[in-house]
């Protein structure tokens, strides 16, 4: 007999709210206060940005990092390096933020949608593979949720093809795979410091790579493209951005950066604690991450089985009525499905540019296109472990999932 669950009228299993905490504090105030006692907010004369650019460098093992004011224009200035023509083709999750797709279409290049594994709910290498054309300029790929994508088969066709991989680390700083850091097995990595990530100066970025001509490239794009260290007049020497991160958001993630490995760690621990907790829940599988690799568990992500009896929005509606918070599908729908100027190729000006620019191949946005990640959305669960939960709000978040997965079935 299983327990009566909270929605039909039982006890709930947790009635505290769970702790919530800071994400700043001290650390953070001291490098503020240095920035503000110097009086230098901007990059150039200042010291935190660069101190920030080497130390995170030095953390991930990467030559190159360039900082920028968010995970988009971290990703802008990925798209940036590789330099495609109007037309070429990125080929992309179906799963993401938006900010992973709007650099792609801003630098005139054409998003191509990899179905899902939908165990990983992480691209398929054998579908990134078939959409490879000879327009392919790159692929991008999303360690969702942290949880890293299968990198020796995504590196092997990326190298068989000679077609760089951008790693959208966004929501995976510190992830590993097979013992390195992602972000430093493609041949750029981008993070967001947006203030739900892991790491969090309320908003901001960084790109990161071992080859010096995508550095310095990248670093001359998200400054305008201006060559300063050239002397007398101004010299531009590519069409970039102003992206520059500043001292006051640079004091910030150098004290986060310092502090990473305990962050991800306590929630390493907390989201595995819980993977074990939940393994005989019945209809209801924890997001699979492949042998050898570590996620950092922006989100836990678990998937309704396919022949559940109940849905993704039951399970979440018990849950929350056992008082854990949780949300259902996601993005809900496949990404480019979920942004109408995207969907419909409405651009610049009203124009289809450069969906329709003389070469490119004709792509379309419709349902379908993915149908695996239309089916995972539909399926998916997603609850929040913070490095500010213990062990006992663990113990009550899987009680509670084995419950009501038990009740519902
Ligand atoms: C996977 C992914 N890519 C890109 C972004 C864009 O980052 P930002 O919001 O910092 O611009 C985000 C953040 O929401 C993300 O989760």
Known sequence: MSEKLA???????????????KKVGKDELKELVDVIDSGQLFRW???????FEKEFADLLGTKYAVASTSGTSALHVAVGMVDPAPGDEIITAPITDIGSIIPIVYQTAIPVFADIDPRTFNMDPVDIEKKISPRTKAIMVVHLFGNPCDMDAIMAISRHHGIPVIEDCSQAHLSEHKGRYVGTIGDIGTFSFQMSKQLTAGDGGVTVTDRSDYGKRGMLFADKGWHRAQFGAREYTLLGLNYRMNELTGAVVLAQTRRARDIIGARRKNGDLLTELVQDAPNITPQRTLPQCKTGYWQYGMAVGKASPFTADQFVEALGAEGIGCGAHYIGKPIFLCHGAIRDQVMFGGSRFPFDHPGARPTQYAAGVCPVTEDVLNRMVTLSVTEFLGEEDIQDMATAVNKVAKGLS
């Open 7 to 21: 929605i039909h009228g039982g006890e709930p299993v947790r009635t505290r709210p769970f702790p919530s905490g």
């Open 45 to 51: 004369g200042g010291t935190k940005v660069s101190t």
